[in-house]
């Protein structure tokens, strides 16, 4: 059994920075694809971030290129994504996800099989 848990989260002001840390239980990190997906209120989950199984390369929505930064530490299990340049359109609560192996669509949320419960980002203006 899988069990991914969230920390991190919490309300800052655009412009600073967050580091988000996922610990997983359950599954190795050097064989399971790693992603982010994020939801703000009356919208659905989109994807934030990804990285592979295979080679360790990562995707990122258009939206947080350039801005957030996602990695791992196979040894510790864990999986990160750093925030920089927060803006208020950033505020979600943010969901570590994966799945065992490779998937040609790290974007697709139905991709995944193991989610956390998620930890909430609030952006002010």
């Known amino acids: 059994q899988v069990q991914l848990v969230e920390s991190g989260g919490g309300f800052v002001q655009a412009g600073d920075s967050l580091r988000l840390s996922c610990a997983a239980s359950?599954?190795?990190?050097?064989?399971?694809?790693l992603a982010w997906f994020r939801q703000a209120p009356g919208k659905e989950r989109e994807f934030v971030a990804g990285?592979?199984?295979?080679?360790?390369?990562?995707y990122y929505a258009d939206s947080v290129k350039g801005r957030f930064a996602i990695s791992k530490d196979n040894d510790k299990n864990t999986v990160f994504l750093q925030m920089n340049n927060l803006k208020p359109a950033d505020t979600a609560r943010y969901f570590c996800?994966?799945?065992?192996?490779?998937?040609?669509?790290?974007?697709?949320?139905?991709?995944?099989?193991?989610w956390g419960r998620g930890t909430q980002i609030t952006v002010s203006s």
């Open positions: 996800a994966c799945r065992f192996g490779f998937t040609a669509q790290p974007k697709n949320e139905y991709r995944y099989g193991y």
């Open positions: 359950g599954a190795s990190f050097h064989t399971h694809t």
């Open positions: 990285i592979m199984s295979t080679d360790g390369s990562t």
